[in-house]
């Protein structure tokens, strides 16, 4: 029962740095209508910069973010601007192929640069834990979630309470309603890529600082934000906070009572079951016809 | 142009099965053999996913479930190298069958986006099984197949050539058979708007699931030839993402939902590929300028090479172009007649 409490207390901890990029994800989703497949490997670009802020500079991973974060959020309106944007044809569908791509240019970049050797961060924070009983929590786990809540608060301020919030929940609600009504909806596109790369940068951080990572980690992060946005619902925000919390806790649950070899197994099959009762996944709406 | 039409095709067909023996070449006979293989995916593929517009990006999963299911017959049964391998290669694609019904019927009870990322989180779920169901396959550390020991020099690719051959042969039959039948009209259907095609009859359900059983039939059993000829396989090869990525690059750059789009794509990109894959042997290099080609041609040859084509040289450019730009009028009535204009052109080949 005590390893049961742990695993649930790491698997909230650490679902919050999966809220993060899974964030980015879903909102880029529900304004565009698009499906960032080089979210991974943007999550591991953050992760390498901060990396590399730390070693040649001597930033702290957490300070660092304030460089990372910003750098990151005009790559994404550059990339959205380039590649995303003169779409015109098969949105959907060729946008998944060009993010696939772009992540296939990430990737390849990064191997070239820092080739395919595991990259372990290091700061007091990671090497040192706290102790409550009888189970060691190294502190990295809880600046994390606080950087996330702090994150995600900031998040929903600047949607609920923001005028650009709502022209980008506007977009979300109704593409072309909201043109009508004079909202500039390529520009909170690209802001809104933007931010979703930039929470990937803030993500790519906290993942980094708790796991070892490699270019070649994107597909494994990929897969799980993916299965993250569908079980929340494509385009909702709350969907995808719960169903982040939700993957990590049952991960780190089964990999205590059973093995961790099935971890992720338990988790993408639970994804399947929700799937057979709920197409449109805990909190989304039905992809019907849109008129 | 309609009368050259079968010659073509004859000459066309000629030059494929004397290959081989023109150029008796093992380098170039191995790129040959790939090439052929990818032909026919990536044919069954389009079958699927571009007459009914539900973009799978996950059937390499039924590649590697080929694959390992040769690799595992061959070895429990102690099959010898030879020419009987080949004979499992409908096993192969049966078994990949068995998995693609159950995966098949829930990825197909959602909807275009959740769908795609669905198939790929589905592809990821079996690379996983790969690497952890280690009585059955072995694990990372992968299995061999038999070595067809007797064949060698440039004998070696020849059996695997036309075998390869006779699946593509096969498949393009399959997907001609399906664009030119009542069960390909309501595929077409389904793409363009799949409420209508439902509330007029079309069993949408079946249809779907149907198209998507029988691409990972050829799938399967391009897998399994894939792993008898290059010998052994690992958990990260037969379940590579980039087979899913090659597949619909392919697809997207000969033509998305044409008859022979498909083809071409395997045959200017599979080449391209290995010899990138030679000369520049670095990972990282090659990931780049594998990203940078498909960034290229999807912006600046979106709609692919032959209804480019076609669209430049049919004066009824209303016709030739994509049916899915008769977007809020009337879809179903559109892919008809679209359907009627590919048949007087001959099929749209």
């Given at each position: 029962?005590?390893?049961?409490?742990?695993?649930?207390?790491?698997?909230?901890?650490s679902?919050?740095?999966?809220?993060?990029?899974?964030?980015?994800?879903?909102?880029?989703?529900?304004?565009?209508?698009?499906?960032?497949?080089?979210?991974?490997?943007?999550?591991?670009?953050?992760?390498?910069?901060?990396?590399?802020?730390?070693?040649?500079l001597?930033?702290?991973l957490?300070?660092?973010?304030?460089?990372?974060?910003?750098?990151?959020?005009?790559?994404g309106?550059?990339?959205?601007?380039?590649?995303?944007?003169?779409?015109?044809?098969e949105?959907?569908?060729?946008?998944?192929?060009?993010?696939?791509?772009?992540?296939?240019?990430?990737?390849?970049?990064?191997?070239?640069?820092?080739?395919?050797?595991?990259?372990?961060?290091?700061?007091?924070?990671?090497?040192?834990?706290?102790?409550?009983?009888?189970?060691?929590?190294?502190?990295?786990?809880?600046?994390?979630?606080?950087?996330?809540?702090?994150l995600?608060?900031?998040l929903?301020?600047?949607?609920?309470?923001?005028?650009?919030?709502?022209?980008?929940?506007a977009?979300?609600?109704?593409?072309?309603?909201?043109?009508?009504?004079?909202?500039?909806?390529?520009?909170?596109?690209?802001?809104?890529?933007?931010?979703?790369?930039?929470?990937?940068?803030?993500?790519?951080?906290?993942?980094?600082?708790?796991?070892?990572?490699?270019?070649?980690?994107?597909?494994?992060?990929?897969?799980?934000?993916?299965?993250?946005?569908?079980?929340?619902?494509?385009?909702?925000?709350?969907?995808?906070?719960?169903?982040?919390?939700?993957?990590?806790?049952?991960?780190?649950?089964?990999?205590?009572?059973?093995?961790?070899?099935?971890?992720?197994?338990?988790?993408?099959?639970?994804?399947?079951?929700?799937?057979?009762?709920?197409?449109?996944?805990?909190?989304?709406?039905?992809?019907?016809?849109?008129? | 142009?309609?009368?050259?039409?079968?010659?073509?095709?004859?000459?066309?067909?000629?030059?494929?099965?004397v290959?081989?023996?023109?150029?008796?070449?093992?380098?170039?006979?191995?790129?040959?053999?790939?090439?052929?293989?990818?032909?026919?995916?990536?044919?069954?593929?389009?079958?699927?996913?571009?007459?009914?517009?539900?973009?799978?990006?996950?059937?390499?999963?039924?590649?590697g479930?080929?694959?390992?299911?040769?690799?595992?017959?061959?070895?429990?049964?102690?099959?010898?190298?030879?020419?009987?391998?080949?004979?499992?290669?409908?096993?192969?694609?049966?078994?990949?069958?068995?998995?693609?019904?159950?995966?098949?019927?829930?990825?197909?009870?959602?909807?275009?986006?959740?769908?795609?990322?669905?198939?790929?989180?589905?592809?990821?779920?079996?690379?996983?099984?790969?690497?952890?169901?280690?009585?059955?396959?072995?694990?990372?550390?992968g299995?061999?197949?038999?070595?067809?020991?007797?064949?060698?020099?440039?004998?070696?690719?020849?059996?695997?050539?036309?075998?390869?051959?006779?699946l593509?042969?096969?498949?393009?039959?399959?997907?001609?058979?399906?664009?030119?039948?009542?069960?390909?009209?309501?595929?077409?259907?389904?793409?363009?708007?799949?409420?209508?095609?439902?509330?007029?009859?079309?069993?949408?359900?079946?249809?779907?699931?149907?198209?998507?059983?029988?691409?990972?039939?050829?799938?399967?059993?391009v897998?399994?030839?894939?792993?008898?000829f290059?010998?052994?396989?690992?958990?990260?090869?037969?379940?590579?993402?980039?087979?899913?990525?090659?597949?619909?690059?392919?697809?997207?750059?000969?033509?998305?939902?044409?008859l022979?789009?498909?083809?071409?794509?395997?045959?200017?990109?599979?080449?391209?590929?290995?010899?990138?894959?030679?000369?520049?042997?670095?990972?990282?290099?090659?990931?780049?300028?594998?990203?940078a080609?498909f960034?290229?041609?999807?912006?600046?040859?979106?709609?692919?090479?032959?209804?480019?084509?076609?669209?430049?040289?049919?004066?009824?450019?209303?016709?030739?172009?994509?049916?899915?730009?008769?977007?809020?009028?009337d879809?179903?009535?559109?892919?008809?007649?679209?359907?009627?204009?590919?048949?007087?052109?001959?099929?749209?080949?």
């Amino acid at each position: 029962m005590r390893i049961v409490v742990d695993a649930i207390i790491t698997g909230v901890l650490s679902g919050g740095i999966y809220v993060l990029m899974a964030l980015g994800l879903t909102l880029i989703f529900g304004v565009m209508d698009i499906i960032n497949v080089g979210q991974g490997a943007l999550v591991i670009l953050g992760a390498y910069l901060s990396y590399v802020l730390q070693q040649h500079l001597h930033i702290d991973l957490f300070l660092g973010l304030l460089i990372t974060m910003p750098v990151m959020f005009g790559l994404g309106v550059a990339l959205e601007a380039a590649f995303v944007r003169p779409i015109r044809w098969e949105r959907t569908t060729l946008s998944i192929l060009v993010t696939f791509a772009i992540a296939l240019l990430i990737q390849g970049a990064l191997s070239l640069v820092f080739s395919t050797n595991l990259v372990q961060m290091h700061a007091w924070y990671v090497d040192h834990s706290l102790r409550i009983g009888s189970f060691y929590l190294a502190w990295v786990y809880i600046f994390d979630f606080l950087l996330s809540v702090v994150l995600v608060a900031g998040l929903y301020l600047l949607l609920n309470r923001t005028k650009f919030g709502a022209s980008l929940r506007a977009s979300m609600q109704n593409r072309t309603a909201a043109q009508l009504i004079g909202i500039d909806v390529e520009r909170v596109s690209a802001i809104t890529f933007g931010i979703g790369v930039a929470l990937a940068a803030a993500g790519g951080m906290a993942y980094g600082a708790t796991s070892a990572f490699n270019p070649n980690s994107q597909y494994d992060l990929i897969s799980r934000l993916l299965a993250i946005i569908i079980l929340g619902g494509m385009g909702s925000l709350r969907g995808a906070v719960i169903a982040g919390l939700g993957m990590l806790v049952v991960e780190d649950v089964t990999s205590v009572v059973w093995s961790p070899v099935w971890a992720s197994t338990v988790f993408y099959m639970a994804l399947v079951v929700v799937l057979v009762v709920r197409p449109q996944g805990l909190f989304g709406r039905l992809a019907g016809r849109q008129q | 142009m309609k009368a050259l039409r079968p010659v073509l095709l004859l000459v066309l067909l000629a030059l494929a099965v004397v290959f081989p023996l023109l150029f008796p070449n093992p380098a170039v006979d191995t790129v040959a053999v790939l090439t052929v293989l990818f032909a026919t995916a990536v044919t069954a593929w389009n079958a699927f996913s571009g007459y009914s517009g539900y973009i799978s990006i996950g059937h390499a999963a039924f590649f590697g479930i080929g694959s390992y299911a040769v690799a595992i017959l061959c070895q429990d049964w102690h099959v010898p190298g030879g020419y009987l391998p080949f004979l499992l290669l409908p096993v192969a694609g049966l078994i990949a069958v068995v998995f693609a019904v159950p995966m098949g019927w829930v990825a197909l009870r959602t909807r275009k986006h959740t769908f795609v990322i669905l198939t790929i989180a589905m592809f990821f779920i079996m690379q996983l099984m790969a690497f952890n169901l280690r009585g059955l396959t072995n694990g990372s550390r992968g299995m061999s197949l038999p070595i067809p020991t007797h064949w060698s020099g440039a004998f070696y690719d020849l059996p695997f050539y036309y075998v390869g051959l006779a699946l593509l042969l096969l498949a393009l039959a399959v997907s001609w058979w399906i664009r030119n039948s009542k069960y390909g009209l309501g595929l077409l259907a389904i793409r363009d708007d799949e409420d209508r095609a439902r509330g007029l009859g079309v069993r949408t359900g079946a249809f779907k699931l149907t198209a998507f059983v029988i691409a990972a039939f050829f799938f399967g059993m391009v897998g399994g030839l894939h792993a008898y000829f290059v010998e052994s396989i690992f958990p990260a090869f037969a379940f590579d993402p980039l087979i899913d990525l090659m597949v619909a690059l392919m697809a997207f750059l000969g033509g998305l939902g044409t008859l022979a789009g498909p083809v071409l794509g395997a045959v200017i990109l599979e080449p391209a590929q290995q010899y990138f894959t030679i000369w520049f042997s670095r990972p990282g290099y090659y990931l780049m300028i594998y990203g940078a080609l498909f960034l290229v041609i999807i912006l600046l040859l979106p709609q692919g090479i032959i209804p480019a084509l076609r669209a430049r040289f049919t004066r009824s450019e209303a016709l030739a172009g994509p049916v899915r730009h008769t977007e809020g009028g009337d879809g179903l009535a559109g892919a008809a007649l679209a359907a009627e204009g590919d048949a007087e052109r001959g099929g749209g080949a």
